[in-house]
């Protein structure tokens, strides 16, 4: 089976594994995914009989959760790769550190492992540890680099010489992961040309199996880049950060983004009761304006207390208005079947909660469609 050259990044959320489910078995197989365990804080509610849990406990319980949904309904995703980035480092469930209790809960499951040069003590020795038991395979582990590591090779190859001594140098394959984060305000040459040289200098130094291109232009909060009641296309400065790094590169270069979903995404610091009057309708959705997957299309509605019908109205922008042009047809997808029907009020509405699976499921099945064309 042929895994294709493309990497979704995506939040280890009930949305998005569902995106996952509604997929055909055989882009299941192959497909592997790449999961960030989220920030889940406390509950903030002004009821004061309300059951908050700890952190500990969401942790714990998201874990459970997400691990028995994979068990029983991806079984046909046979490996993944699993980060902790998002998780405050000091959270110690159980008093134990986060990742190798991930390490333990999904390595049965396909779990590859991820590291970076920034990773605290702990985590390096829960992958040491996790291979002299043989909970993992020695067999693929993910460099995870930010844009302030990938700026100076020499400035951190000790600290990468340092983790192949400990660990690096006993897997079979070793993939290194540039994960660029939002990039609405960043130079896309700049951070092109930075990579190119990391990649270079990297591989004269140390084994290489492939490099993933990761990044996205969605921020953490749309208001950045669309007012509400708006609709606005913006060019995907990752595609274009993967084509220059892919044109200039001899070793085997893939594509990857965070789908719907801002790679800055954490659960809103507000009151719970307080969210319908913050949290406004969207639609997010990938296009091609003038080459393949070049563009993303926000459509903003209004405040979901004020309007809790509008997500119709948000679909039938893509489906049957103003963009029905870039609309790929409801047999596309899971996801573009379910816009069709809001839009078309077959189903006669959707939720700022139930929109996310659609738009993840839309924009995995055509990345996985296009991406021998990238």
Known sequence: MTIVDYTPFLKMKDSEISALIELSDLDKQRLVPFFDIPRRDEKKTRDPLAIVKTKEECFINGINRSSGRISKKLKLISSFYLDNFDVDYDLKPMGRDTYIQLIETYAPLGMLPVTGVDRTDEHHSNIRYALDQGIIKADTIALRLLEEDFEDFQYIKGDIKALYEHYLGEFKNIDLVFDCRVLINKDELSLSSKIIKFINNYADEFPLRKVIITGSMIPPSISEVIDTKNEKALERKEIKIFHNIKSDSNIHVTFGDYTCVSPDYSDADFFAEDMQNVMT??????????????????????????????????????????????????????????????????????????IVKPLVNAHIKYMISVSSKL
Not at 313 to 332: E, I, P, Q, T, V
């Open 281 to 354: 309708g969207k639609i997010i959705y990938t296009i091609e304006v003038n080459n393949i997957a070049d563009s993303v299309l926000f459509i903003r509605g209004s405040r979901l207390k004020t309007d809790k019908t509008q997500f119709c109205n948000l679909c039938a922008s893509l489906a049957l208005g103003k963009w029905k042009n870039y609309f790929r047809g409801k047999n596309s997808s899971f996801g573009d079947g379910f816009i069709y029907n809001c839009a078309t009020k077959i189903k006669r509405n959707a939720t700022a909660s139930t």
